[in-house]
């Protein structure tokens, strides 16, 4: 496995990865490898002769009071993760590398980044697709993929390459999860013991709210279910949102909803996780 | 030559020429095709193996009390001439082919799309940017090439190109003038004949503002002696913008400025014209 830190080394591997034939499967990430992110990487290994994963803290997407200074670092074991499931190039640039002008042009993420994690966190979805516009005419991918866990994210990067034609496609991965339910994520590194022990009342709250929706189809009264569920059974637990709403379009839900999605953005602590549970009419828990 | 107006045709054409390891020059174009498009097309022809020219009046980057309904169309004409400047498929969608979905994501061009002829267009230059990001993905072109007589466009589009790194090159290609020095446009057939015969003031008012600018370095009145120019050789004239800056950031010249930008916005009647002049501090007038 190769470790580039600059755009002309990238696009050099990229560019005799394409005159060879190959499909490339980018795999976008902000480093900090856990389970979640190997799935992405085993998924892309699967479909694509060529697999690139960047390692990046975008400082676009985070907001003036967020954790892009504190958010967790540790580049030498992400090598060996990616290493230890196939990735074949890790791009792991400077943010001055990135980022070396600013003409002013920006992308702003429409209606579905104002609800959800957009509705707390203003900008955050133009500097994903800032950072991720860029790292897909830098890989050239044939596939990228993202993780079920941040949805909302998956829907806009989804909605951004079909109205602008990118030429490749997006594939989403289901959420892995610990043994406890909680969603894995780079940020569960920030909670105490027993803010760890508290956490997975997040996704109880939202299997029971799950459930609840799909015998009442009532969604204020499944949404209050999960609520109650996670203040109930937490000491510092502050929800900022609980929604339901029909996939992939973030739109309310109705009658001919097929797919929906149950999303949470929740405090335990000082730290916002974010989970949810995707599924359909049926009750199936569905992949995207 | 073929003529596509599908993007499902498009691909399919550049998938075989990429596959057969062809570069790709890509001529965007509202069509009404005139010599300074056929320019276009030549240079992109000495420079890439297979060459697409897109005809497609962009309603995105028309505001609402502008000429797109009236823009002047002929696609058949258009055909014939793009078959004889050597061009291999001319792409021609239909609006709803090339929008038919919108999930309210926008490219906003920054600073440089404040001024010049962003100042009276606004939404313009973004409308640009949607357009000529879609078409990049579309096409996938090597090289895509755009006239000089847009400088302000060339330069945006060469900071979106440069910012967001798209892999393709941009091209400008210089301005081609009637014989009497008015710079060819497809508006130009809006110009009743008194209007057509006082048009090229404009040229000669900036050609005067440039030898003024060279002998006294004074901007200012420079632009007056342009300005002044026009108003007393045109009955109908009425200046929109002539402004001086720097090429291609379109910032205030200083004494760093190593190539000019004057340029100029004019109404002649109800018709409005664009053009302009690059220069370097020794008076040399370069292509860019």
Redesign the interface.
Known sequence: MEVVTT?AEL?EIVRKAKAEGKTIGLVPTMGYLHEGHMALAKAAREENDFIIMSIFVNPTQFGPNEDYESYPRDLERDQKIAESVGVDVVFAPSVDEMYP????????????ATILCGASRPGHFDGV??VV??LF??A?PTRAYFGQKDAQQAA?IS??V??????LEIRTVPIVREEDGLAKSSRNVYLSENERKEAPAIYRGLQLAKEEFLSSKDAEKAIGVAKDYILKNTTTGRIDYIELLAYP?LKPIDDSTKQYLLAAAVFIGKTRLIDNIMFTNKGDTENV
Chains 1, 2 share one sequence.
């Open positions: 755009i696009k002008t600013d003409g002013g042009i920006r992308i702003h993420a429409g209606r579905q697709l800032q516009t860029k005419h830098l050239e806009i909605t951004l079909r109205d602008f034609n990118f030429p379009d």
